[in-house]
């Protein structure tokens, strides 16, 4: 059984690791009421008041936390100490950072990245004026290249729960695939994944717990939007794009499927060549998926395939990294562009875990296909983590 706290040790771990890599001696992350999007990553506890995580590079990690909020982080047995405070943190933050006396405190402070950023503006104002403007400013680092490998590299356990996840995304696809009716509207579509979730226990993974995923029939726009109340028909495709939470980590995979017109037993040239193009690009971007290779290298293979078929090229980038979030940061597979971009230019480690998704957009209703799949990096090669779509699905006039 994976628990939070079982994935909390594993990622301190890691960063104990990297804080000697990057010859950090500590790592500071302050919080108050859940502030900080590192924390369900690395500590699995939520503070109610102001509190401040202290990670060191030897192991020894420690907790300054109100009186009342104190129980939660000892319950974890993550920490070396937890040491509580009454009134206000001040005197007892400065006495643990003396004690510690760290040459560099990594702060989490990104200009690009928001889920590295999670020192508010605020608290870094507290931290300033507490421990004096000119001395912090002699120890501060970014914590940046840290949290981005920490949230992207994966653990046994995390690969565990991602893993589950797709698999019951892609049983859910199958369930809904085989109840979807010409007629029905993208709400109702969008339902039969709700109660798919529900009777399973889990959640959407992106957006609130109930939402239904992005189902779009093409003739009425691809967008990242909700459902809506446009009704199928024969002759349409439609496309659906479905994140699930399960334990804290999401799967991200897309699915395209046809209408088939009373007349027909397979989808039209048109769109069978643009499905066709969808898959060969999804295929050679994960061939190109390999350790060491930099995110824009990998976009510009799958963004070669889409243009070389003939249609116009992705609006949006070939592949993203998930794990606690659906769009989880760290290394984009995207084109490179003037200005650079950090993400962009990224180097793609094993552990990592891609949504491959080159993309045929076309307007006016033309046919448009999105199908993504989930792959692992390893140094044996890319391993694809979900079922993979190889053929358009075929919904047949009537059932």
Same mark, same amino acid.
């Not at 939660?72 to 510690?100: R, W």
């Not at 980590?249 to 069978?272: M, N």
């Not at 994960?286 to 995110?295: D, S």
């Given at each position: 059984?994976?628990?939070?706290?079982?994935?909390?040790?594993?990622?301190?771990?890691?960063?104990?690791?990297?804080?000697?890599?990057?010859?950090?001696?500590?790592?500071?992350?302050?919080?108050?009421?859940?502030?900080? /999007?590192?924390?369900?990553?690395?500590? @699995?506890?939520? =503070? &109610?008041?102001? %509190?401040?995580?202290?990670?060191?590079?030897?192991?020894?990690?420690?907790?300054?936390?109100?009186?009342?909020?104190?129980?939660?982080?000892? =319950? #974890?047995?993550?920490?070396?100490?937890?040491?509580?405070?009454?009134?206000?943190?001040?005197?007892?933050?400065?006495?643990?950072?003396?004690?510690?006396?760290?040459? $560099?405190?990594?702060?989490?402070?990104?200009?690009?990245?928001?889920?590295?950023?999670?020192?508010?503006?605020?608290?870094?104002?507290?931290?300033?004026?507490?421990?004096?403007?000119?001395?912090?400013?002699?120890?501060?680092?970014?914590?940046?290249? !840290?949290?981005?490998?920490?949230?992207?590299?994966?653990?046994?356990?995390?690969?565990?729960?991602?893993?589950?996840? !797709?698999?019951?995304?892609?049983?859910?696809?199958?369930?809904?695939?085989?109840?979807?009716?010409?007629?029905?509207?993208?709400?109702? !579509?969008?339902?039969?994944?709700?109660?798919?979730?529900?009777?399973?226990? &889990?959640?959407?993974?992106?957006?609130? =717990?109930?939402?239904? /995923?992005?189902?779009?029939?093409?003739?009425?726009?691809?967008?990242?939007?909700?459902?809506?109340?446009?009704?199928?028909?024969?002759?349409?495709?439609?496309?659906?794009?479905?994140?699930?939470?399960?334990?804290?980590?999401?799967?991200?995979?897309?699915?395209?499927?046809?209408?088939?017109?009373?007349?027909?037993?397979? %989808?039209?040239?048109?769109?069978?060549?643009?499905?066709?193009?969808?898959?060969?690009?999804?295929?050679?971007?994960?061939?190109?998926?390999?350790? @060491?290779?930099?995110?824009?290298?990998?976009?510009? &293979?799958?963004? $070669?395939?889409?243009?070389?078929?003939?249609?116009?090229?992705?609006?949006? =980038?070939?592949?993203?990294?998930?794990?606690?979030?659906?769009?989880?940061? @760290?290394?984009?597979?995207?084109?490179?562009?003037?200005?650079?971009?950090?993400?962009?230019?990224?180097?793609?480690? &094993?552990?990592?875990?891609?949504?491959?998704?080159?993309?045929?957009?076309?307007?006016?209703?033309? /046919?448009?296909?999105?199908?993504?799949?989930?792959?692992?990096?390893?140094?044996?090669?890319?391993?694809?983590?979900?079922?993979?779509?190889?053929?358009?699905? #075929?919904?047949?006039?009537?059932?």
């Amino acid at each position: 059984m994976i628990g939070i706290s079982s994935i909390s040790s594993e990622k301190l771990k890691q960063a104990e690791q990297l804080l000697r890599e990057q010859q950090i001696d500590c790592w500071l992350i302050l919080t108050r009421e859940g502030s900080d /999007p590192s924390l369900p990553l690395v500590v @699995g506890a939520r =503070s &109610v008041h102001q %509190a401040a995580i202290f990670i060191c590079s030897n192991g020894k990690h420690s907790v300054i936390s109100s009186v009342s909020d104190k129980g939660n982080y000892e =319950s #974890l047995g993550l920490f070396h100490e937890v040491i509580a405070y009454e009134a206000s943190i001040e005197e007892t933050f400065l006495n643990q950072l003396q004690y510690l006396n760290p040459t $560099k405190l990594a702060l989490n402070i990104s200009e690009s990245d928001h889920l590295c950023d999670g020192l508010t503006q605020g608290l870094y104002e507290w931290l300033e004026s507490t421990v004096g403007r000119e001395k912090l400013l002699e120890i501060e680092v970014s914590s940046e290249a !840290i949290l981005k490998r920490l949230r992207s590299v994966k653990t046994q356990s995390e690969l565990e729960c991602i893993q589950q996840a !797709i698999e019951y995304t892609t049983t859910i696809f199958d369930e809904v695939f085989n109840q979807i009716q010409c007629g029905m509207t993208e709400i109702e !579509i969008g339902q039969l994944f709700v109660t798919a979730m529900k009777k399973r226990g &889990v959640t959407n993974g992106l957006g609130n =717990s109930d939402d239904p /995923p992005l189902v779009c029939t093409v003739r009425n726009g691809l967008a990242h939007r909700k459902p809506g109340n446009y009704q199928t028909q024969p002759g349409d495709i439609i496309i659906i794009d479905f994140s699930l939470r399960y334990k804290d980590y999401v799967s991200d995979i897309a699915r395209t499927c046809y209408l088939l017109k009373p007349d027909e037993e397979c %989808a039209p040239e048109d769109i069978q060549k643009a499905f066709d193009t969808a898959i060969l690009a999804i295929s050679k971007s994960i061939e190109a998926l390999q350790p @060491g290779k930099m995110g824009y290298e990998v976009d510009a &293979v799958g963004r $070669k395939a889409i243009e070389e078929g003939g249609y116009p090229t992705i609006r949006h =980038s070939v592949g993203h990294q998930i794990g606690r979030a659906t769009h989880d940061g @760290g290394t984009i597979l995207g084109p490179r562009r003037i200005p650079l971009r950090p993400e962009v230019e990224g180097t793609i480690e &094993v552990n990592e875990v891609y949504a491959i998704e080159p993309t045929v957009i076309q307007d006016d209703g033309l /046919p448009c296909i999105l199908v993504e799949e989930n792959v692992l990096v390893t140094n044996e090669g890319p391993r694809i983590l979900s079922r993979r779509q190889t053929e358009l699905v #075929l919904i047949p006039f009537t059932r």
